[in-house]
């Protein structure tokens, strides 16, 4: 079947989409890749709302910019992985999860039924509804030993694969704090340090990187997910307080961090298999791969720039047939769960019959991931 499956990340810079086609061959889940692109984020939906009737604008806008972007692709079925609105999280505990983005306008305007809001599932039962990427990354990468998968998004996630298992959580800030501070020093002029501009023209700060370091959610064990809740300006004004230093030593210092968080979480790592749109930082990039054996999804098959929407897509094919679609080691979950909930689409409500064997593989074009 073919399913489009949409996502805006935490950077909200764009709404990522992708068309694939998706079979079912035993315990093993083929995909095809067909097409991925973005589509504009409203830019002035950016800042977070601050009364219902904001939440609620701000849902509906969204439900219609997903729908915007779903429209021209022909498929069977739409997966929505929305924007988060908020990701509540308390002593090391995911509390609650807010995404956006209604899908009842996703299925009016394509009459397509959608599987959306797939985190809380995962959270009601323990876990932290968020690395997802980890479902993906456990079928694909199966068979690379000590292999990482990474995703640089406003905030970086890894996936683990070792003989013992998955392990998959948030390492920190991926682009959220650069996002932050170009946004601040530029007044809103510029909302990113695009190809690294800035800190490619900077020098690290010690004193600064020590005390992003210092952050207690560095040392907290996996699972652990986090989000702009923490890494934010308010949070940046306080790490620099005290401190005086040109724009372009803040952005290497911040770019410094991500690279240094992310590869203490990749130590040991035989390959670390990068996507997300930090992997077009090219100062980001040079940094990780002085530290880690890294190389870009689109070497193995899937597309650096399209896998979160690809993930999607997987996680709504996953529901769609009735198959568990987290990972209860990377998530914390308290077992594997159906996940998401369905907006029928123009005519009635018509399931397949649940699989009855369990997923074990995810081949890309036909092929599982290799060295």
């Known amino acids: 079947m073919r399913v489009i499956g949409l996502i805006s990340g935490t950077s909200m810079d764009a709404i990522d989409v992708a068309v694939g086609d998706f079979t079912l061959h035993g315990a093993t889940i083929v995909l095809e890749p067909v097409w991925h692109g973005e589509h504009p984020f409203p830019a002035d939906l950016r800042e977070p709302p601050d009364s219902p009737e904001a939440l609620c604008v701000l849902d509906t806008r969204l439900g219609q910019a997903f729908a915007e972007a779903a429209r021209p692709h022909r498929a069977d079925l739409v997966a929505s992985l929305g924007q988060t609105a908020h990701h509540r999280v308390a002593d090391g505990r995911c509390l609650g999860t807010l995404q956006v983005g209604q899908p009842a306008w996703i299925a009016e305007a394509t009459g397509l039924p959608v599987v959306a809001d797939f985190r809380v599932r995962d959270v009601?039962?323990?876990?932290?509804?968020?690395?997802?990427?980890?479902?993906?990354?456990?079928?694909?990468?199966?068979?690379?030993?000590?292999?990482?998968?990474?995703?640089?998004?406003?905030?970086?996630?890894?996936?683990?694969?070792?003989?013992?298992?998955?392990?998959?959580?948030?390492?920190?800030?991926?682009?959220?704090?650069?996002?932050?501070?170009?946004?601040?020093?530029?007044?809103?002029?510029?909302?990113?340090?695009?190809?690294?501009?800035?800190?490619?023209?900077?020098?690290?700060?010690?004193?600064?990187?020590?005390?992003?370091?210092?952050?207690?959610?560095?040392?907290?064990?996996?699972?652990?997910?986090?989000?702009?809740?923490?890494?934010?300006?308010?949070?940046?004004?306080?790490?620099?307080?005290?401190?005086?230093?040109?724009?372009?030593?803040?952005?290497?210092?911040?770019?410094?961090?991500?690279?240094r968080t992310i590869a203490d979480g990749c130590a040991g790592a035989s390959t670390v298999i990068g996507s997300g749109g930090g992997m077009r930082n090219p100062v980001l990039v040079d940094s990780l791969r002085k530290k880690v054996n890294l190389r870009?999804?689109?070497?193995?098959?899937?597309?650096?720039?399209?896998?979160?929407?690809?993930?999607?897509?997987?996680?709504?094919?996953?529901?769609?047939?009735g198959l568990p679609a987290n990972v209860p080691a990377a998530t914390g979950a308290s077992g594997p769960r159906l996940l998401g909930s369905i907006t029928p689409g123009r005519g009635p409500l018509r399931l397949p019959d649940p699989a009855d064997t369990p997923v074990t593989g995810l081949r890309v074009g036909g092929h599982r991931a290799r060295t």
């Open 124 to 259: 009601a039962a323990g876990g932290h509804g968020a690395p997802l990427a980890s479902t993906l990354d456990a079928l694909w990468l199966a068979e690379l030993p000590d292999a990482v998968a990474l995703n640089i998004g406003g905030i970086a996630n890894i996936t683990r694969i070792s003989p013992e298992g998955v392990i998959a959580y948030d390492t920190g800030p991926g682009n959220a704090l650069m996002d932050a501070a170009m946004t601040a020093l530029s007044a809103g002029m510029r909302p990113q340090d695009t190809d690294g501009e800035f800190a490619a023209r900077g020098h690290v700060h010690a004193e600064l990187l020590d005390r992003l370091l210092a952050d207690p959610y560095y040392a907290r064990p996996a699972p652990k997910s986090t989000g702009k809740e923490h890494f934010n300006l308010a949070y940046l004004d306080r790490a620099v307080e005290g401190l005086v230093l040109p724009a372009e030593d803040f952005l290497a210092t911040l770019t410094e961090l991500t690279a």
């Open 296 to 321: 870009g999804s689109d070497e193995l098959g899937l597309p650096a720039d399209g896998k979160e929407a690809y993930l999607a897509a997987l996680l709504g094919f996953l529901t769609w047939h």
